[in-house]
Nanobody, 120 residues
Framework: QVQLVESGGGLVQPGGSLRLSCAAS????????MGWYRQAPGKQRELVAD???????NYADSVKGRFTISRDNAKNTVYLQMNSLKPEDTAVYYC??????????????WGQGTQVTVSS
């Protein structure tokens, strides 16, 4: 079993910054990809950014140039640095990870979500 524990959400004014963290723990053999998704009230969950084991990244157009995803493989942790935040970035942010377990099988896991609110 794997746990993804997120932290770093909160309330911030427009133009401000937040850094989200997501740490994976459990019977992990390797982490293939990690990413952040978000879901605003009344909207579908959408990809914000992801990063694969080789380091390649992918961003939603709406966050390019403002958000940066990174990972620390030694700590099984992914980060999302969010700068120049806008009210439309308000959402619950979820961490997702594709993990190969010690049994050799690959599974997808989700974190519990962390609220990000951008408001003056």
């Amino acid at each position: 079993q794997v746990q993804l524990v997120e932290s770093g959400g909160g309330l911030v004014q427009p133009g401000g910054s937040l850094r989200l963290s997501c740490a994976a723990s459990g019977s992990i053999f390797s982490i293939n990809a990690m990413g952040w998704y978000r879901q605003a009230p009344g909207k579908q969950r959408e990809l914000v950014a992801d990063i694969i084991s080789g380091g390649s990244t992918n961003y939603a157009d709406s966050v390019k140039g403002r958000f940066t995803i990174s990972r620390d493989n030694a700590k099984n942790t992914v980060y999302l640095q969010m700068n120049s935040l806008k009210p439309e970035d308000t959402a619950v942010y979820y961490c997702r990870s594709s993990i190969t377990m010690v049994d050799g099988y690959e599974y997808d896991y989700w974190g519990q979500g962390t609220q990000v609110t951008v408001s003056s």
